[in-house]
């Protein structure tokens, strides 16, 4: 199993530029979450899904959309990128129920907006 | 308002020593609080994961606590080995309604030769 995988692993946009940031897992999870981590501060939750073909916002959903069209992958997507975006993005899965709600974690994908 | 605090900040010790890290938390309803060991580049991978009950869980040379009367926790590294080196978060859980996750800042731990 690979467990949670993220493309692109670096990413550098100018302003104004879009992407898509894909996650992808093969544990069969319910639920997937999209962080953003910044210097000093915690993982902070983007958006969110529960099943496929849901989604919810999180802590911070403003500038990113996402789209959940299979079960195994969450896209994250910055439609107009800005220097604020500038971050280590983490995707993370966990089954529905047990496992004390463990979130296993995806290597990160770093962006840089200039 | 939900939040996690952690200290030290960052950590310098040698291979070898022992330490703690701390971790204070103000969450409700309180689910489950579980430590994270973070290498430079990696994603977050699960330590320990400790519910009300639970007092001390261990795995490895690293050991946990909680109390959960105080609301804090503390993760204890025994021994520390250079590949100790890494960033530890302090994850309490919260189940109301939705399951929600308060992450902390993270404590930066350096182990040198």
């Known amino acids: 199993n690979a467990g949670v995988t993220q493309t692109p692993k670096f990413r550098v946009l100018k302003t104004g530029q879009s992407m898509t940031l894909l996650c ?21 939750l983007i958006h969110y899904s529960v099943g496929e073909g849901t989604t919810a916002k999180g802590e911070v959903p403003d500038g990113y959309n996402v789209s959940r069209l299979k079960k195994q992958n969450f896209l994250l997507g910055l439609e107009s990128a800005a220097p604020s975006q500038t971050s280590v993005y983490f995707c993370a899965s ?5 496992s004390g709600y463990e979130q296993y974690f995806g290597p990160g994908t770093r962006l840089t907006v200039t | 308002k939900n939040q996690v605090e952690q200290s030290p900040q960052s950590l310098i010790i040698l291979e070898g020593k022992n330490c703690t890290l701390q971790c204070n938390y103000t969450v409700s309803p309180f689910s489950n609080l579980r430590w994270y060991k973070q290498d430079t580049g990696r994603g977050p991978v699960s330590l320990t994961i400790m519910t009300f009950s639970e007092n001390t869980k261990s795995n490895g040379r690293y050991t946990a606590t909680l109390d959960a009367d105080t609301k804090q926790s503390s993760l204890h590294i025994t021994a520390s080995q250079l590949s100790d080196s890494a960033s530890y ?9 939705t399951y929600k996750y308060i992450f902390g800042t993270g404590t930066r731990l350096k182990v040198l030769a």
């Open chain 2, 89 to 97: 978060i302090c994850v309490v859980s919260a189940l109301s309604g």
């Open chain 1, 94 to 98: 966990r089954t529905l129920r047990g």
């Open chain 1, 24 to 44: 992808a897992q093969d544990m069969n999870h319910e639920y997937m979450y999209w962080y953003r981590q910044d210097p000093g501060m915690g993982l902070r």
